[in-house]
């Protein structure tokens, strides 16, 4: 045999199985004094809130008046080195979501020294980043094995048409001129293989001995 709830009000002789139920029966009214006082001690509270807050060092920073004070290392744009590229298509491979766009072809450059080979290299004709697809992992830039890609801190690209954020080479190569130099190497380190190179005496022509 069930037991009647505690408030239910109606009595077991008036309720019949079809009898409409009465659904706000357990909804208990608010004191009168709690409605009243709810948006007085609301507003209190805020105050209380502001009076002891207000003498405090404030961490907000007041962007676009102030310009916020990134890391040199911050992860804002990717900058192109246009004379690095060799367009291997590293970078384009390698990249998970397919927004860099690479298009270039091949010329012949002339051998210097007579009797030696003509090489080959690659001239980029089109390197592209889709922003609006990038998630700024930066495995571009790490896997590049020429340092043409670089991180620079600057971040007011915002648009408001997406198919700007599809970034060419000169929009790209203009970034280089935001990123920071590279910090210095620590006491003792090995100079960089790149300036050694560069410092060592031209290699003179050896000539062969005429017969
Ligand atoms: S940062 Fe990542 S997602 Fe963006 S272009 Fe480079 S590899 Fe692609
Ligand atoms: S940016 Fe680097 S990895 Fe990408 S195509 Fe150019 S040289 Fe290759």
Redesign the pocket.
């Known amino acids: 045999m069930t037991q009647p709830h505690e408030n239910d009000t109606s009595t077991s002789g008036d309720a019949t199985p079809d009898a409409p139920r009465d659904l706000g029966r357990h909804v208990h009214p608010l004191p009168s004094s709690g409605r009243e006082a709810g948006p007085i001690r609301g507003l209190l509270a805020g105050m209380r809130t502001t009076a002891r807050t207000m003498t405090k060092k404030t961490s907000v920073q007041q962007y676009p008046d102030v310009k916020p004070d990134l890391p040199p290392r911050s992860r804002g744009v ?1 900058a192109l080195l246009e004379e690095n590229c060799t367009a291997c298509m590293l ?1 384009a491979r ?4 397919w ?2 766009y690479i298009d270039s072809h091949k010329e012949t450059v002339p051998s210097e020294t007579p009797g030696g080979r003509d090489r080959q290299r690659n001239v980029v004709d089109r390197f592209a ?1 889709d922003f609006s ?9 790490e896997v590049c094995p020429f340092d043409a890609l670089f991180w620079s801190p600057e971040f007011e690209y915002a648009t408001n048409d997406i198919r700007d954020l599809l970034q060419e080479k000169d929009e790209l190569g203009a970034w280089m001129r935001t990123v920071p130099a590279p910090p210095d190497l620590d006491d003792g380190a090995p100079e960089a293989a790149e300036v050694a190179a560069a410092s060592k005496p031209a290699r003179v022509q050896r000539r062969r001995p005429t017969q």
């Open positions: 990717i970078c390698e990249c998970p979501d927004c860099l980043i697809l990038c998630m700024y992992c930066g495995i571009c830039i």
